[in-house]
């Protein structure tokens, strides 16, 4: 069973920055795709941002432009960089990595940003 430990997340004020990382337990290299999702309060999870193993990216509206998400096979490791964060970013962050039909799934970092 792969785990996925999520960590970077913390408090952040408005227009500030965050690295949020997802490191696993084997190798990633046979994830053909890995995610980022996030729920804050009250709100079913949403996707955020991808990447396949090729490298290729996509991202959801609301982070398009401020976010970037990367992986590091060497490291086992995923990335989300976010920039001019904004209260509506508050939310624990979840890290999701898929393989041959089964999805695996962190226990999610909490961010949250506020003055």
């Known amino acids: 069973q792969v785990q996925l430990v999520e960590s970077g997340g913390g408090l952040v004020q408005p227009g500030g920055s965050l690295t949020l990382s997802c490191q696993a337990s084997?190798?990633?290299?046979?994830?053909?795709?890995m995610a980022w999702y996030r729920q804050s309060p009250g709100k079913r999870r949403e996707w955020a941002a991808s990447i396949s193993s090729g490298g290729s990216t996509s991202y959801a509206d609301p982070v398009t432009g401020r976010f970037i998400i990367s992986r590091d096979n060497t490291n086992n490791a995923l990335y989300l960089q976010m920039s001019r964060l904004g209260p509506e970013d508050t939310a624990v962050y979840y890290c999701?990595?898929?393989?041959?039909?089964?999805?695996?799934w962190g226990q999610g970092t909490q961010v949250t940003v506020s003055s």
């Open positions: 999701q990595a898929l393989r041959a039909g089964d999805a695996y």
């Open positions: 084997e190798s990633i290299s046979d994830f053909w795709m």
